[in-house]
């Protein structure tokens, strides 16, 4: 490859044009500082709220109350801070292993430099195995073919040519053309090509420029619970001016009036289901990282659990994205290689491995001469023409006349000459000038293979005594040979998946950019159903969205689509009410992925852009990784449900205990320590108690629940708020006992709080399951949950009986006689729970 005629930019010139045109890169999210992190945080009303408070003492010169609720805060932010870092630090760590080298001309040398650092006008020198950095045309090649699969969703390298074409607008995949795209491989051969685009111009980067047309909507749970927050706190908000009014007008008392209402404001609102989202989700990022799954947007786990379709690309997430061979015909006669290769092969199949390797580069990079190379050796132990006394004469490159491969080899002893060719069954069956029935016949076995899924290549060999090579393959005499079949496998255990995938009520449908027969080949052979059953990208150009939307809800696999058409298909489904998780890897997929509820991309191999717009990354692109993901999105959402359920149950007591004082002209029970303390600290921990539970064993063989339906029902409702109003009587009628019996202010408000903490932690209990009893709950109850009921009571012990801590918290000590008492009594207040569980065998809050 002559570059002398070559001289590139200059370093000058190249800082001109980066001034003008930025780097070759993609925009992506910025990365989110501290003092971004922390605002997005302290919005949430209950960190508002808290916030408040803390001012307000320390306004008021109470100045350990204020340090306590603000110390509470940071903790809750620092937790989510560590693992919004976290998960951008992976994020980045992929962008960094994707980004291509390059080798330029530049003032005449030859440079190795960072892929961004492209610009346009470049002279770029790209090889076998080189990710091309930008689009550009070719100036000259050798035998150049790119595979273009992340564009295009096609396996199969594309041939590219030097000629110019005087209409630079073509289409990605025209294998006549001279143009190559920023992030497609070399598959073989060499060229050089000028850089027209880089960056955001690119063909990846007008895909990525699209997605930003596509608007994200809120998820049902935050809608739900910021509902749920809203109407509590204008319910807060006008009693909170009750109580102020009360104490202005009847107790003439401002300082208190303003903490009690204040107190009470905290008690009612559920300002602790922002913090359970935080906790629920961060830690189910984290426990579903564990699965290789990365999770970008912990919004959508909730959304796992109720997707009902899973769009999946064929090229990479069902099969491996590599060529292997599976089937050999020659002499009318087929052979099944046995993937793990068998050691007996007969002589003529022999034959077709030995010229078909000697139409192989001597090093080959193309996936299917490597393999070829491969099983060749093993079967025949080395070619006997490619031993030290044989050498390549002459190359014939693949041409856009003839997709056809050539070498004639010569023996450098007795100039023995033989000719070994091997490419398109049609250009080889014209190499070998067959006509007639013999040409249908062998055509016939090719389609018979194609519709396996194969990608078929012909080879023939021939023989040339001649001293002078005539210039074109056609002047030779070839005979045929045979046909090598190679198949592109299925990941290991995709079956399984896709079937434990129906078997949770969800359909899968396969998109790809293959052919029709190849995608039904492999579609029946992991279980898609209705495989038979196919809508090509030129039927789909000609349907109405309407029309689609009928034909989608029986129609599971798509094939020959283009890009645009993958987000035609996502909508048509979310049109139809579905659900849509949607799996890819290349720029391709961006915009579907943007579109689905759920978009999942691929960490190996996938895109900048495809994880940019994904909302789950697969680190190992494993298939069975998504099913994980469903399974643990269910058992996620399952259990903010249940957490959620009890937090709006331990809410009516500490609610209930603010205000019934007030109207029995009772001291105030209550401080907004108090509240912190049970809201911060108990609260919290209780929630990660559920967190921790496992979910059933039939998790998996249930339906995708109805992302209509409301996390609480009225049955749902009236069951917590009565487990909270019995709680709230006994916590009353405790403080009532002190007071008659004239006990202290602290000790009648220890009393009430004792029985606050015991009946938070026997509603944790009792809500972990509403079908086992509470034996069986403790029997098979999660480590933290042991940890949370034995800490709390020791806590709670710790804050009565330790006397710097009980005056803290405004508590006095009590006889020990009396603390049992209120814990037998907080049990009691449960048990009618437990009792009508063994009546309500199917009592379920999932």
Same mark, same amino acid.
């Given at each position: 490859m002559d570059l002398t005629n070559y001289k590139g930019l200059t370093e000058n010139e190249v800082l001109e044009i980066l001034k003008l045109e930025g780097y070759n890169e993609?925009?992506?999210?910025?990365?989110?500082?501290?003092?971004?992190?922390? /605002?997005?945080?302290?919005?949430?009303?209950?960190?508002?709220?808290?916030?408040s408070a803390g001012l307000i003492y320390l306004f008021l010169g109470d100045i350990n109350d204020s340090l306590m609720l603000l110390f509470a805060i940071f903790i809750v932010i620092g937790i989510t801070f560590y693992q919004e870092r976290k998960t951008e630090k992976t994020l980045e760590a992929l962008k960094d292993l994707s980004s291509p080298k390059a080798l330029v001309i530049r003032d005449g040398d030859e440079k190795k430099i960072n892929g961004r650092e492209i610009v346009p006008n470049d002279i770029v020198i790209i090889h076998e195995g080189d990710r091309i950095p930008a689009d550009g045309i070719v100036l000259y090649e050798e035998s150049l073919t790119v595979d273009e699969s992340l564009l295009t969703g096609e396996s199969v390298p594309v041939t590219k040519t030097d000629e110019k074409k005087e209409n630079d607008n073509i289409l990605v995949g025209d294998d006549n053309n001279s143009f190559v795209y920023s992030g497609t491989l070399v598959t073989?051969?060499?060229?050089?090509?000028? %850089?027209? =685009?880089?960056?955001?111009?690119?063909?990846?980067?007008?895909?990525?420029?699209?997605?930003?047309?596509?608007?994200?909507?809120?998820?049902?749970?935050?809608?739900?619970?910021?509902?749920?927050? +809203?109407?509590?706190?204008?319910?807060?908000?006008?009693?909170?001016?009750?109580?102020?009014?009360?104490?202005?007008?009847?107790k003439n008392d401002l300082i208190n009036g303003l903490l009690s209402g204040l107190t009470l404001g905290m008690a009612i609102i559920p300002e602790e289901f922002p913090v359970v989202l935080i906790i629920f989700l961060?830690?189910?990022?984290?426990?579903?990282?564990?699965?290789?799954?990365?999770?970008?947007?912990?919004?959508?786990?909730?959304?796992?659990?109720?997707?009902?379709?899973?769009?999946?690309?064929?090229?990479?997430?069902?099969?491996?994205?590599?060529?292997?061979?599976?089937?050999?015909?020659? &002499?009318?006669?087929?052979?099944?290689?046995?993937?793990?290769?068998?050691?007996?092969?007969? %002589?003529?199949?022999?034959?077709?491995?030995?010229?078909?390797?000697?139409?192989?580069?001597?090093?080959?990079?193309?996936?299917?001469?490597?393999?070829?190379? +491969?099983?060749?050796?093993?079967?025949?132990?080395?070619?006997? &023409?490619?031993?030290?006394?044989?050498?390549i004469l002459k190359e014939f490159p693949l041409s856009k006349d003839l997709l056809a491969f050539s070498h004639i080899w010569k023996n450098k002893k007795n100039n023995e000459k033989i000719l070994a060719s091997k490419g398109a069954p049609e250009a080889i069956l014209h190499l070998c000038h067959i006509d007639g029935n013999e040409k249908d016949k062998i055509l016939n076995k090719v389609h018979?293979?194609?519709?396996?899924?194969?990608?078929?290549?012909? %080879?023939?060999?021939?023989?040339?005594?001649?001293?002078?090579?005539?210039?074109?393959? &056609?002047?030779?005499?070839?005979?045929?040979?045979?046909?090598?079949? /190679?198949?592109?496998?299925?990941?290991?255990?995709?079956?399984?998946?896709?079937?434990?995938?129906?078997?949770?009520?969800?359909?899968?449908? =396969?998109?790809?950019?293959?052919?029709?027969?190849?995608?039904?080949?492999i579609a029946k052979k992991v279980g898609i159903k209705n495989y038979d059953q196919v809508i090509t990208g030129d039927e789909l150009y000609h349907m109405s969205d309407l029309e689609l939307a009928e034909k989608i809800k029986v129609i599971n696999i798509f094939a020959r689509i283009i890009p645009e058409q993958k987000l035609k298909i996502i909508n048509a489904l979310k049109s139809n009410g579905e659900i849509v998780a949607m799996t890819g890897d290349g720029v391709n997929d961006a915009p579907a992925l943007k579109s689905a509820h759920i978009g999942i991309s691929m960490g190996e191999r996938g895109t900048d852009v495809a994880r940019e717009a994904s909302d789950i990354i697969l680190l190992n692109d494993d298939f069975s990784s998504i099913v994980s993901a469903v399974s643990l999105g269910r058992r996620i959402y399952d259990n903010i449900k249940r957490a959620m359920g009890y937090l709006l149950a331990v809410h009516i007591p500490i609610a209930g205990i603010s205000v019934l004082p007030l109207l029995f002209n009772y001291p105030s029970v209550l401080l907004p320590a108090h509240v912190a303390?049970?809201?911060?600290?108990?609260?919290?921990?209780?929630?990660?108690?559920?967190?921790?539970?496992?979910?059933?064993?039939?998790? =998996?063989?249930?339906?995708?629940?109805?992302?209509?339906?409301?996390?609480?029902?009225?049955?749902?409702?009236?069951?917590?708020?009565?487990?909270?109003?019995?709680?709230? #009587?006994?916590?009353?009628?405790?403080?009532?006992?002190?007071?008659?019996?004239? =006990?202290?202010?602290?000790?009648?408000?220890?009393?009430? /709080?004792?029985?606050? %903490?015991?009946?938070?932690?026997?509603?944790?209990?009792?809500?972990?399951?509403?079908?086992?009893?509470?034996?069986? #709950?403790?029997?098979?109850?999660?480590?933290?949950?042991?940890?949370v009921f034995f800490g709390a009571i020791v806590s709670l012990l710790v804050v009565i009986y330790v006397e710097p801590v009980a005056s803290l918290f405004h508590l006095s000590r009590i006889d020990v006689k009396y603390f049992l008492i209120i814990f037998i009594i907080s049990f009691v207040g449960v048990s009618w729970f437990e009792i009508l569980k063994l009546f309500k065998k199917q009592l379920q809050i999932n």
């Amino acid at each position: 490859m002559d570059l002398t005629n070559y001289k590139g930019l200059t370093e000058n010139e190249v800082l001109e044009i980066l001034k003008l045109e930025g780097y070759n890169e993609l925009p992506s999210q910025k990365k989110k500082n501290f003092f971004v992190l922390f /605002f997005k945080i302290i919005k949430e009303p209950m960190f508002l709220l808290l916030i408040s408070a803390g001012l307000i003492y320390l306004f008021l010169g109470d100045i350990n109350d204020s340090l306590m609720l603000l110390f509470a805060i940071f903790i809750v932010i620092g937790i989510t801070f560590y693992q919004e870092r976290k998960t951008e630090k992976t994020l980045e760590a992929l962008k960094d292993l994707s980004s291509p080298k390059a080798l330029v001309i530049r003032d005449g040398d030859e440079k190795k430099i960072n892929g961004r650092e492209i610009v346009p006008n470049d002279i770029v020198i790209i090889h076998e195995g080189d990710r091309i950095p930008a689009d550009g045309i070719v100036l000259y090649e050798e035998s150049l073919t790119v595979d273009e699969s992340l564009l295009t969703g096609e396996s199969v390298p594309v041939t590219k040519t030097d000629e110019k074409k005087e209409n630079d607008n073509i289409l990605v995949g025209d294998d006549n053309n001279s143009f190559v795209y920023s992030g497609t491989l070399v598959t073989s051969g060499r060229a050089i090509i000028q %850089v027209k =685009m880089t960056g955001i111009k690119t063909e990846i980067g007008k895909i990525g420029k699209s997605l930003e047309t596509i608007k994200e909507e809120d998820t049902l749970l935050n809608k739900e619970t910021s509902k749920i927050v +809203r109407y509590a706190a204008s319910i807060a908000l006008s009693l909170c001016f009750f109580v102020l009014l009360f104490y202005l007008f009847f107790k003439n008392d401002l300082i208190n009036g303003l903490l009690s209402g204040l107190t009470l404001g905290m008690a009612i609102i559920p300002e602790e289901f922002p913090v359970v989202l935080i906790i629920f989700l961060t830690l189910g990022a984290w426990r579903i990282s564990k699965k290789n799954v990365l999770t970008r947007k912990k919004a959508v786990i909730e959304t796992l659990g109720a997707a009902t379709v899973l769009c999946v690309d064929k090229t990479g997430t069902i099969t491996l994205n590599k060529m292997q061979l599976s089937v050999l015909y020659t &002499h009318n006669n087929f052979y099944e290689i046995d993937p793990n290769l068998e050691k007996h092969i007969s %002589v003529e199949f022999k034959e077709l491995l030995e010229f078909g390797m000697l139409a192989n580069k001597k090093n080959p990079f193309d996936p299917m001469e490597k393999e070829l190379n +491969r099983v060749g050796e093993f079967y025949i132990k080395g070619p006997k &023409h490619l031993d030290i006394d044989w050498e390549i004469l002459k190359e014939f490159p693949l041409s856009k006349d003839l997709l056809a491969f050539s070498h004639i080899w010569k023996n450098k002893k007795n100039n023995e000459k033989i000719l070994a060719s091997k490419g398109a069954p049609e250009a080889i069956l014209h190499l070998c000038h067959i006509d007639g029935n013999e040409k249908d016949k062998i055509l016939n076995k090719v389609h018979e293979m194609s519709s396996r899924g194969l990608r078929v290549l012909g %080879v023939a060999r021939g023989k040339y005594n001649d001293d002078v090579i005539p210039s074109n393959q &056609h002047d030779f005499n070839f005979e045929f040979v045979g046909l090598l079949g /190679f198949i592109d496998p299925e990941r290991k255990n995709v079956n399984e998946s896709i079937k434990e995938t129906y078997e949770a009520g969800m359909r899968v449908i =396969m998109i790809t950019g293959d052919y029709p027969g190849t995608a039904k080949y492999i579609a029946k052979k992991v279980g898609i159903k209705n495989y038979d059953q196919v809508i090509t990208g030129d039927e789909l150009y000609h349907m109405s969205d309407l029309e689609l939307a009928e034909k989608i809800k029986v129609i599971n696999i798509f094939a020959r689509i283009i890009p645009e058409q993958k987000l035609k298909i996502i909508n048509a489904l979310k049109s139809n009410g579905e659900i849509v998780a949607m799996t890819g890897d290349g720029v391709n997929d961006a915009p579907a992925l943007k579109s689905a509820h759920i978009g999942i991309s691929m960490g190996e191999r996938g895109t900048d852009v495809a994880r940019e717009a994904s909302d789950i990354i697969l680190l190992n692109d494993d298939f069975s990784s998504i099913v994980s993901a469903v399974s643990l999105g269910r058992r996620i959402y399952d259990n903010i449900k249940r957490a959620m359920g009890y937090l709006l149950a331990v809410h009516i007591p500490i609610a209930g205990i603010s205000v019934l004082p007030l109207l029995f002209n009772y001291p105030s029970v209550l401080l907004p320590a108090h509240v912190a303390f049970l809201e911060l600290i108990i609260d919290p921990a209780c929630s990660t108690v559920f967190e921790g539970e496992k979910g059933s064993r039939f998790i =998996m063989k249930r339906p995708p629940r109805n992302l209509k339906e409301t996390i609480f029902n009225r049955k749902n409702i009236f069951i917590l708020f009565l487990q909270g109003f019995v709680s709230l #009587i006994i916590c009353f009628l405790l403080f009532y006992f002190a007071i008659k019996n004239g =006990m202290s202010e602290n000790e009648s408000r220890t009393f009430a /709080f004792a029985s606050l %903490v015991l009946s938070n932690i026997f509603l944790i209990t009792i809500n972990l399951s509403w079908d086992k009893g509470i034996l069986k #709950i403790f029997k098979e109850a999660n480590k933290v949950f042991y940890c949370v009921f034995f800490g709390a009571i020791v806590s709670l012990l710790v804050v009565i009986y330790v006397e710097p801590v009980a005056s803290l918290f405004h508590l006095s000590r009590i006889d020990v006689k009396y603390f049992l008492i209120i814990f037998i009594i907080s049990f009691v207040g449960v048990s009618w729970f437990e009792i009508l569980k063994l009546f309500k065998k199917q009592l379920q809050i999932n």
